[in-house]
């Protein structure tokens, strides 16, 4: 570990963590941590592991050894529904979206919740609708008949319908058009102000730099390095290491 | 086809309210049995059980409390809450292990009702009173109204699943998890209880066609087999997991058997025309072809 500790208060912290896909060692004791309202990337090559470590904090997969706290409560082998509701947020890499649910009904699934009133709901629309007008417009579209691009908005929508404190977010940017993608980098940008806390694992360094605050790097199902997003530049020595562009 | 052109069109219309009638029926049987295999995989063994038991409750209220009403409501509710018992003891920990583990399961489950229903029950048919005796005259039957009444509760059942799966919360939750459990508890749905609820619904449904199907048939502990087996068939011809398909499927099944009827009176072999009771193999006939021209069903636009 080469550089300063979180700067604020820590949100979420991952001890040593092991998990098996079947019989493959896919982490091998993965170690981080994310402040309250810090956006941190976690960059890599792939399958070192990232997506697997954003799978085990949610609670999707179960890690064989390790800890994961969140706000200081160990939330280790805790069902996927009960951490959500903690206020983690999670967007796939393969965005998941209903698809044969509307645009509407999907946000619901995150805005139906014990104790959100009508009105809060609809504030909540209300932003989403000023951040992405286009799922205002297809709100009765059954998900599977947007585009790539509408359905990454659609998941990251979603996932703030949970009013979330962090939202583990697993390459917003794949396989979109450059104009999304300055899109998905205003949306982090606009999470992070909000003081939404942010992990981010992302194929696009300078998205993940500019959007950051800190980075780690994993290899192998470890975090290998740890740095300021900021002290580092897109063809930074570490960058060619543990991403070889 | 010369020789059906003299099928009186009277008897055909008569067997066509027979095949809606009895289709509804058995869309009502179906649509609980779709509804727990789309969300959880489950291929319920037991169901021909919750549909027996929710008669022979139905029967013991309508002794105890003298109105058919009272008995449907306390039959669905109480086979309700026993599925849903059912659902957190033996499939809840079975979840994401091989099918054939909860096919083994189910199965199990069944034989322990039937045979419990036979033990506490004893082998003499037992019968539910019809709430309402009436008759019309349909051409030169006497139809009654009781199965009109049947058919348009089942209607209105489904209907009611049908609008609460679209609109109601738990409906959302439930067509979300159907499509993506894992995604579903991401989005902080508790999945495990979506399951039980759908479990409990699904047997309530049973229980439900089990009391309203009871005035027309003897109730005993064997009943279940017969409907579960032609449940199964629809379920697959309609596509399975597929509501609107298995309640298309149910209709289309009972209605070919409804027709089958008369044409297998005017087919001579021998020089004797075949017995009616030869038209019960028309729903395996439906069934083989499905499965081998379109074996995802064949009221499924997109297979997956």
Redesign the interface.
Known sequence: MTSSAAPTETLLTVEDLHSFYGKSHILHGVSLSVGRGEVVGLLGRNGVGKSTTLKTI???VSPSQGKVLFEGKAITGM???KI??LGV??V?EDR?I????TVM??L???L??QGVTEARKQELLDKLFEYFPRLAERRSQPGGTLSGGEQQMLAIG?AMM?EPKIILLDEPTEGLMPRMVSQISEIIEALHKEGVAILLVEQNVPLTLASSQRVYFMEKGVVRHHAVASELEVNDPIIHQYLGV | MGMFADIPWDIIAIQTVNGIVTGMILALVASGLTLIFGIMDVVNFAHGELFMLGAYIGAVVLVTSGSFWVALVVSTLTVALMGAALQVTTLRPLLGRDPLTTILATFGISLVLQNYALWHFGPVPRKIQEPITGQFELFYLVYPWYRVLIAVLSAAIIGGLYLFLKYGRYGVWIRATTQDRFMAQAMGIPVPWVHTGVFAIGAGMAAASGVLFGPLIGINHAMGLDWVLKAFIVVVVGGMGNLGGSIAASILVSLLEAYAVILVGYIYVGGQPLSPALAVVVPFIVLIVTLLFRPTGLFVPTPK
């Open positions: 949610m609670g999707l069902p996927a529904h959500a509701r947020a999670y796939p998941r209903f698809k044969l649910l009904e999907n619901r699934t995150g139906d919740r979603r949970l």
